[in-house]
């Protein structure tokens, strides 16, 4: 192991970032949706991995609830508990802070943790925006509308997440693409709409065909799409972290882009990324999407 580096110190060299990035916030993330400028994602479950995804110049860092599946070894994010959230995500924030990181932090409220009502929802928001976080994110559709709002209200920002949700994949009958018929396209639409009315500044569409996360963008002015497995045409681009670095427990997604291949080393790997999602380079309609 090696010894732990003084405060002032940038730790474990790849973290030392040649100059210091202006802090990435929410009007940052506003005034980039606006010129155009793709919004980069990555999820961090760790010190070290933010550390290094900052310095990459990644915008945003996600503790998602993966961490169950990547980290923890469990076959869902069912399984993840609000203790776990605010354990990783109190790495993830001292990491960025040991470097005076720019990305913002957004952390995944866990299954169980908002559904009962808002005022649940409220408390677990604050235990992870107290361990760190800038913005919590949360999953769902119509039934989320009042507690985004209830929650963006009292000064938490929220990030939504609709499509595959995969906390309710039981329910949905595996990870499959959401919105291919005209009725459910038309209801994640509805819902988009009213979750940006209800305050949420970002979006994450997960496996949807790529023409109707297209169509969700150009209506959200005020709430910036972040696509998964959603073809191109998004505001900005989420990767699972161990995914893009090509290492996985299971077979890979058919939209994930190995980008270690040909990097010299995982800094620069994840450099590739960000240029890859900036230049429009990834995702490519047609090979990662549907
Ligand atoms: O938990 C997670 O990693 C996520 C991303 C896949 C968007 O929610």
Redesign the pocket.
């Known amino acids: 192991m090696p010894t732990p580096a003084a405060d002032t110190a940038a730790p474990y060299g790849a973290a030392a970032a040649p100059a210091p990035r202006k802090a990435v916030n929410l009007a940052r993330i506003a005034d980039m949706h606006a010129r155009g400028e793709k919004i980069t994602m990555l999820?961090a479950y760790d010190a070290t991995f933010a550390a290094v995804a900052d310095a990459a110049g990644v915008d945003c860092l996600?503790v998602?609830?993966?961490?169950g599946m990547v980290c923890q070894g469990l076959d869902s994010?069912v399984g993840v508990s609000l203790d776990v959230m605010r354990h990783y995500t109190e790495s993830v924030a001292r990491g960025l802070r040991r470097v005076q990181g720019a990305a913002w932090l957004i952390a995944?409220l866990p299954f169980g943790s908002y559904q009962e009502s808002r005022e649940q929802a409220l408390r677990s928001a604050t235990a992870l925006m107290q361990a760190g976080a800038q913005m919590v994110?949360l999953e769902g559709g119509g039934w989320t509308v009042d507690t985004v709002r209830f929650i963006t209200e009292r000064g938490i920002p929220v990030c939504a997440?609709l499509g595959l949700t995969?906390q309710t994949v039981h329910a949905l009958g595996g990870y499959r693409v959401q919105g291919r018929d005209e009725a459910s396209a038309a209801r994640l639409c509805q819902d988009a709409r009213a979750l940006q009315d209800a305050g949420a500044a970002m979006l994450?569409l997960?496996m949807v065909p790529a023409r109707l996360a297209r169509a969700v963008t150009a209506e959200l002015a005020r709430c910036a799409t972040?696509g998964?497995g959603a073809g191109s045409g998004t505001a900005g681009q989420?990767l699972?972290l161990h995914d893009m670095l090509g290492i996985h427990l299971g077979k890979p997604a058919k939209f994930v882009r190995n980008f270690m291949a040909g990097a010299d080393g995982i800094e620069a790997g994840l450099r590739s990324f960000v240029h890859a999602v900036k230049d429009g380079s990834f995702p490519e309609d047609g090979v990662h999407a549907w």
């Open positions: 999820t996600l998602g609830d993966s961490v994010t995944d994110k997440h995969p994450v997960e972040i998964i989420v699972v």
